[in-house]
């Protein structure tokens, strides 16, 4: 019995760390990590994983840059709590591509209904010196539910 279940878990677990690269794997945390840090207001750690040029398509359309979004910080902007879902992460040499949606929590709409939003998103990482940068994102609100 001891010989079928060690077996099973071997094959669980020799499919699960094969299923994704070293690389995809560190990207997925890191996408974790900035996403718990944006929520925290953590501008300090933030400015360690964007890259100097960091750069955003937001949701409203507009380009803005890492540093006017710790400004929207410091100045006390919050921004809401959102679950990600990345459907595929891409590569090409030092650079990965990051695509999927995203679950805001809900928010009440001007007639104080609340309301999730929810978006597509793409995030760029570049590696630097042997450290993942993030270095640009778009992301676009497709549906209100």
């Known amino acids: ?11 669980f677990f020799s499919t699960f760390s ?3 690269s070293k690389s995809e794997l560190e990207i997925r945390q890191l996408e974790n990590y900035w996403a718990e840090l944006l929520d925290k207001s953590d501008t300090t750690a933030l400015l ?4 100097k040029d960091y ?4 949701p409203a359309g507009k380009i803005i840059t890492g540093n006017d979004i710790i400004g929207f910080i410091r ?4 921004f809401p709590a959102y679950q990600r879902i990345i459907e595929s992460v891409t590569f090409s040499k030092n650079i990965a591509i990051v ?4 679950i805001s929590q809900p928010q009440k709409d ?3 209904k609340e309301q999730k939003i929810v978006r597509r998103f793409t995030n760029i990482w570049v590696k630097e010196k042997k450290v993942w940068k993030l270095v640009a994102r778009q992301a676009t609100n497709i549906a209100n539910s």
């Open 55 to 58: 750069i955003v398509n937001n």
């Open 1 to 11: 019995m001891k010989q079928i279940l060690f077996i099973i878990s071997l094959i």
């Open 75 to 78: 100045n006390g902007q919050k």
């Open 99 to 102: 695509m999927g949606k995203e």
């Open 18 to 20: 094969f299923g994704q």
């Open 110 to 112: 001007a007639l104080g």
């Open 48 to 51: 360690k994983v964007w890259s």
